[in-house]
């Protein structure tokens, strides 16, 4: 698995990680031996990033990674962790009073004295913009609370904010052929000031897997369900904010246009990975099968995949399908 450097924090994570939003909650029951099995196989395919918060499951997600961490010293693995959501995400409830509370919690979860890496978790742009929210994250680093900061955020403007921000390492933004305004800015400005970018919801909850069709349903608890149109959180994080039959019509068109042996989503995750300034997809897995083969698309980078001729399609099917919906809102 390639590795590439984590900003300037000394350390290097794998080009492929591995969301693990699925293994908390909101994507339907994942055992806890399931759960564990989806880590293990990551770990051995070369997964040195494992992403989580303190909000999935409730703090499942945390708990269950640093048992298995835990279980397996020596392991080389870098947690980001995100905060920020245990609370109506107002501007007043970014505190250092806060701050101090939810990391606490989560080094609690995750078994370790120091967050490897934490990141706001979608705050308001406010809070972004704000002077004394970096003053309160460079706080928690100078005592050793966290190793480094950075930011997941929604739009290309809050990534822009971030990224101008001196001592931010990371920011996370939905990036994947349904997405591609992080192309126009967020990516170079990334890449020039040294900020790691992770892409996630990389393969668009799985509209590209290329496995859904019209009749495909998910369980109520399942944020495919009942968050389709935002009503639970940004509808942007489910789907990508695509219309799942146009979604579907898109992936279609990708698909046909990869040669035989490369899957969809395989392409899709060596797609994001080869592009500058991205550091790491973070796919997420409910199963071994799953996480296998997205790990397994990063060798798609030194096998030859014709990455180019597959951008060209790329741009023509978001130009021609999802462009005028999408690009404007994120």
Not at 181 to 192: F, H, I, N, R, T
Request: charged fraction near 20%; proline fraction near 5%.
């Amino acid at each position: 698995m390639q590795q590439r450097a984590l900003a300037d924090t000394g350390r290097e994570v794998s080009v492929i990680g591995l969301g693990t939003w699925q293994l908390g909650a909101d994507w339907g029951a994942v055992s806890e031996d399931d759960a564990t099995a989806v880590l293990a196989a990551s770990a051995d395919r070369g997964v040195t990033l494992f992403d989580t918060a303190d909000v999935y499951g409730d703090g499942r997600s945390e708990s269950l990674i640093g048992r298995f961490l835990a279980a397996n010293p020596g392991h080389g693995i870098t947690v980001a962790t995100k905060m920020g959501r245990r609370m109506p995400q107002t501007p007043q409830n970014y505190t250092p009073e806060n701050f101090r509370a939810w990391t606490d919690r989560s080094r609690g979860n995750l078994g370790v004295d120091t967050l490897d890496l934490v990141q706001l978790h979608c705050p308001p742009t406010e809070v972004i913009e704000d002077d004394a929210t970096y003053a309160a994250l460079d706080a928690l680093v100078a005592d050793g609370t966290v190793a480094a900061y950075g930011l997941s955020v929604e739009t290309c403007a809050q990534a822009l904010a971030a990224i101008a921000r001196p001592n931010v390492t990371n920011v996370q933004i939905i990036f994947n052929p349904f997405r591609l305004k992080p192309l126009d800015e967020v990516l170079p400005a990334a890449e020039a000031a040294g900020v790691a970018v992770f892409a996630r919801v990389p393969l668009a909850s799985g509209l590209l897997s290329g496995k859904y069709t019209s009749s495909t349903t998910f369980a109520p608890d399942d944020h495919r369900s009942y968050n389709r149109h935002g009503e639970a959180f940004d509808r942007g994080e489910t789907f990508s904010g695509v219309d799942f039959e146009v979604g579907l019509t898109a992936a279609h068109r990708l698909a046909e246009a990869l040669p035989d042996g490369v899957s969809l989503p395989a392409a899709t995750l060596a797609w994001i990975a080869s592009q500058p300034g991205v550091t790491a997809a973070i796919p997420g897995a409910r199963s071994v099968a799953q996480a296998t083969s997205n790990a397994d698309a990063a060798t798609l980078l030194d096998r030859g995949f014709d990455v180019i001729a597959f951008d060209a399609v790329v741009r023509d099917v978001y130009d021609e399908l999802l462009r005028e919906a999408i690009h404007p809102l994120w």
